[in-house]
């Protein structure tokens, strides 16, 4: 967001919260965490700031965009009641039904009676989540009755997801493509919707754990314009109005996660801001003007304002620490990030920091996501090469990555569940 917003002809000055060795280059980081509402609203104060863009959940679940609207200073990102959409999966279930927007059967349920109840009467696959935030853990995939009985005693008894797991959601097990939709809201109006896919799993062909996305790419083949009306028409308005009706417009990004399943797209979670690693696939199709774009949702004047995506395809791969998502090593110097730039690519960083020599120090490994490469192109298969290209000129020590993002085996099915 960072990197398309340096591009804006409106700024002027670029702060970046917590911040690393990419935003350094661009911006002036300061290092405070994103869930320190206190110090990120003093420090917004402090600077004067025109707008302030909200990346992570955390913080506006927390109620940032409340305290800063509060005094008056523009905020991209929703309300602490908004960003319930996706803080809690009760209330985003809830708001479908009333809404008439299709997603999954479902109970939500307080008590281990309840769920054993719903087990009984939906006999087969299940899929069991905790009810809050879980740092995108939470939801656990069951194949019969007995797992999901053990996924509700992990939740309930066991408290593995902490005080996220007391309320307990019980769904239909959907099969399908998996896709994250993205529109631009301003609590009435919304933009264009832009799609892409992530992987979850760590290896090639979708096998091995499941990590925080290991590859994105835009826009899927299969996202068609037909496609994009539908989902325009049968969720996101219908969410936007749903929200204004019950006194909690939406602004900012929202991200509806969706199954498309063979009766149609149904939604499996939003969530209030743009995705990692789609942000940045997706940040790069973005053809108007970024700052002029979050201001309108702010300020509500997303009517006046054009967006439009490009007609390109862009595929994105993490180079992620060995051992990633278990235990990995930190603090490895980063080799390759001034190689010469194939065409179109681009290098975003994630965990990565500047060595003890300051500003022009040697960016260093600081976390399990390290990099991600994205290249772009007229086709998929070009944005692949390209990004491919671009990553091999790359190393650190213990660099680990998939070879088979965007490649068209695997197109479409990303995440695959069916
Ligand atoms: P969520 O955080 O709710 O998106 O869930 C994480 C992942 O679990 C999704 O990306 C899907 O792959 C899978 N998932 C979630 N809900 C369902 C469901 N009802 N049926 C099948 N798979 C699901
Ligand atoms: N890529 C999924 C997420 O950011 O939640």
Known sequence: ???????????????????????????????????????????????????????????LAMGLADRLGRLGIP??????????????????????????VPCPDFASVRDEAGAQAYIKSHPGPLVVKADGLAAGKGVLLCNDSEQAQAAV???????????????????????????????????????PLVAACDYKRLGDGNVGP?????GSFSSPDFWTPKLAVQVEQTI?????????????????????????????????????RLGDPETQVVMPLLASDPLELMLACAEGTLNKVQVKWD????????????????????????????????????????GTKLGNDGVAGHPLTAGGRVLTVVGGGD????????????????????????????????????????
């Not at 280059?25 to 300061?30: K, L």
């Not at 066991?158 to 939709?181: C, K, M, R, W």
């Not at 278990?326 to 190689?339: C, H, K, N, R, V």
């Open 210 to 214: 499941n990590t925080g996305g290991m």
């Open 1 to 59: 967001m960072a990197w398309r917003i340096n591009q804006s002809p409106n700024l002027t000055k670029l702060w970046v919260a917590g911040g690393n060795a990419g935003t350094a280059a661009i911006s002036e980081n300061f290092d405070i965490r994103s869930n320190d509402v206190d110090g990120l609203v003093g420090k917004a104060k402090e600077l004067k700031a025109d707008l302030v863009v909200v990346g992570p959940e955390a913080p």
């Open 75 to 100: 905020v991209f990102g929703p309300s602490q009641a908004a960003a319930q959409i996706e803080a809690s999966k009760g209330f985003a279930l809830e708001l479908m039904q009333k809404a008439g």
């Open 379 to 418: 086709n998929m298969d070009q944005a692949r090469e390209r990004a491919y290209a671009r990553l091999e000129r790359i190393s650190f020590e213990g660099a680990a990555w998939r070879r088979d993002i965007g490649s068209s085996a695997n197109q479409g099915a990303a995440r695959s569940t069916g």
């Open 236 to 272: 996101m308005r219908p969410v936007l109005q749903a929200m204004a009706e019950q006194g909690a417009p939406y602004k900012g990004v929202l991200y509806a996660g969706l199954m498309l399943t063979d009766a149609g797209p149904k939604v499996l979670e939003f969530n209030c």
């Open 311 to 350: 007609e390109r395809n862009y595929v994105g791969v993490v180079m992620v620490s060995g051992g990633y998502p278990e235990e990995y090593q930190t603090g490895f110097e980063i080799d390759g990030l001034d190689a010469d730039d194939p065409e179109d690519t681009m290098v975003f960083h994630a």
């Open 153 to 191: 005693k992990l939740c309930m008894s066991d408290h593995a997801f902490g005080e996220a797991g007391d309320t307990v959601i019980l769904e239909e097990y959907l099969s399908g493509p998996e896709v994250s939709v993205f529109a631009f809201c301003d609590g009435e109006n919304l933009s």
